[in-house]
């Protein structure tokens, strides 16, 4: 199975700070990655898809970018409501895999 | 709106067995592919089967292989995993999620989970 990393695995940040969390693959997956965002008690909400587009709804203050095995999630501007964590899922493979997570943290 | 809804889960001992269902509300269920990942507390989500909009075709990641059953019922708008031969490690939060279509296998609607304890 294709592994995913994340870093960091935990983020303190402030309100509108720029902050970027990195996802690793195992293996060339192309640019079929996604990301999503999970508030506690909550399912996780697509974010992104494709590497870099955008899921209608989400802000523009979102953006991802990368192929091959290295992709980032990019906040331009942090707003209260984007504290939450943070999982890349890639799809090249039907193992689907997650990464363990980036929980994003209010400094 | 659109919205899956899952229910089932509860507490069930080491071996048992457990079935949980999805209904699907305000889109054509049977257009989608669908899924059901799960969760353990504090860790990342993991998917452990599919299932094509017809059910002629299913997957099971190997860590359910062989002891869970996925299907659906589009008449009814309802997915299902049957969970037999149940393990502790099996204990999460399952969710049923839907793909997004065409031949992007990502995830772009998840019910708000239903949580699975298994424990004697």
């Known amino acids: 199975d294709i592994q995913m990393t994340q870093s960091p695995s935990t983020l303190s940040a402030s309100v509108g700070d720029r902050v970027t969390i990195t996802c690793r693959a195992s293996?060339?997956?192309?640019?079929?990655l996604a990301w999503y965002q999970q508030k506690p008690g909550k399912a996780p909400k697509l974010l992104m898809y494709?590497?870099?587009k955008l899921e209608s709804g989400v802000p523009s203050r979102f953006s991802g970018s990368g192929s091959g095995t290295e992709f980032t999630l990019t906040i331009s501007s942090l707003q209260p409501d984007d504290f939450a964590t943070y999982y890349c899922q890639q799809y090249d493979s039907y193992s689907y895999t997650f990464g363990q997570g980036t929980k994003l943290e209010i400094k | 709106q659109v919205q899956l809804v899952e229910s089932g889960g509860g507490l069930v001992k080491p071996g048992g067995s457990l079935r949980l269902s999805c209904e699907a509300s305000?889109?054509?269920?049977?257009?989608?592919?669908m899924s059901w990942i799960r969760q353990a507390p504090g860790k990342g989500p993991e998917y452990i089967s599919f299932i094509s909009n017809s059910g002629d075709t299913t997957k099971y990641s190997a860590s359910v292989k062989g002891r869970f059953t996925i299907s659906r019922d589009n008449a009814k708008k309802s997915l299902y995993l049957q969970m037999d031969s149940l393990r502790p490690e099996d204990t999460a939060f399952y969710y049923c999620a839907r793909f997004y279509g065409g031949n992007s296998w990502f995830f772009d609607l998840w019910g708000r989970g239903t949580l699975v304890t298994v424990s004697s």
């Open positions: 305000a889109f054509t269920f049977s257009d989608f592919y």
């Open positions: 293996r060339d997956i192309i640019r079929w």
């Open positions: 494709e590497a870099s």
